[in-house]
């Protein structure tokens, strides 16, 4: 049973460039939360999709945008980059909603020059 | 608001000592509370959650935690640190609907033999 998984491992991005995060739930879990953790801090609640709709979002800007697909894999998609968005973007999945564990993929290193 | 408080940034222990990382919320109600553990440049794993009932859980890897709800704490325990231990830990809470994970700053631990 594969875990969650998330594209690409590492990526470099230049300022005012936008970027596309990728994640693949576990099999059976139905929703899909993003994290961002920056360098020596706790990971930052971004957003939450659940049956393709953001449900929930935490303090980011609207240049932080999401999507959720039908088999209930997710982007995140950031645009305008700015040098304080390097950091470690966490997606988690989960089944019906939050009411459950999460679990953690790898996480995708964003670094922003 | 909820906060997730860990007081201690970094602890030194010596393999095979017994090991204690602290963890206090802040929640009206009792939320649901779980310990994460990641290894360097890694995702999170769970370790152990709490949603009700036994306020002693036991999780992966021979850690177990205690929910104290007159202390409002969440402290993670393991009788006998092997060198595998090191890496950072973190304690989160969720409300018990939504799935908002907050977390706190995490503990690094360091095993030294």
């Known amino acids: 049973d594969a875990g969650v998984t998330q594209s690409p491992t590492h990526l470099i991005k230049t300022r005012g460039q936008q970027v596309t995060l990728r994640c693949s739930p576990k099999?059976?879990?139905?929703?899909v939360s993003w994290y961002q953790q920056a360098l020596g801090q706790g990971p930052q609640f971004i957003f939450q999709?659940?049956?393709?709709?953001e449900r929930q979002r935490g303090n980011f800007p609207d240049r932080f945008s999401g999507h959720q697909f039908p088999n209930y894999s997710s982007e995140l998609n950031v645009n305008a980059l700015l040098l304080g968005d390097s950091a470690l973007y966490l997606c988690?999945?989960?089944w019906g909603r939050g009411r459950n564990e999460q679990y953690f993929g790898p996480g995708t290193r964003l670094t922003v020059t | 608001a909820q906060s997730v408080t860990q007081p201690d940034i970094h602890i030194t222990v010596s393999e095979g000592a017994s090991l204690e990382l602290r963890c206090n919320y802040s929640?009206?109600?009792?939320?649901?509370l779980f310990w994460y553990v990641q290894s360097p440049g890694q995702g999170l794993q769970l370790l152990l959650k709490?949603?009700?009932?036994?306020?002693l859980v036991q999780g992966i890897k021979g850690f177990e935690a205690e929910f104290k709800r007159s202390q409002s704490s969440f402290n993670l325990r393991k009788p006998s640190v092997h060198w595998s231990d090191a890496a950072e830990y973190f304690c989160?809470?969720?409300?018990?609907?939504?799935?908002?994970?907050?977390f706190g700053q995490g503990t690094e631990l360091s095993v030294k033999p």
């Open positions: 988690a999945s989960s």
């Open positions: 099999s059976g879990h139905d929703t």
């Open positions: 999709y659940y049956e393709e709709e």
């Open positions: 929640y009206g109600a009792t939320p649901y």
């Open positions: 709490y949603f009700s009932g036994d306020t």
């Open positions: 989160a809470v969720v409300r018990n609907q939504g799935g908002k994970l907050i």
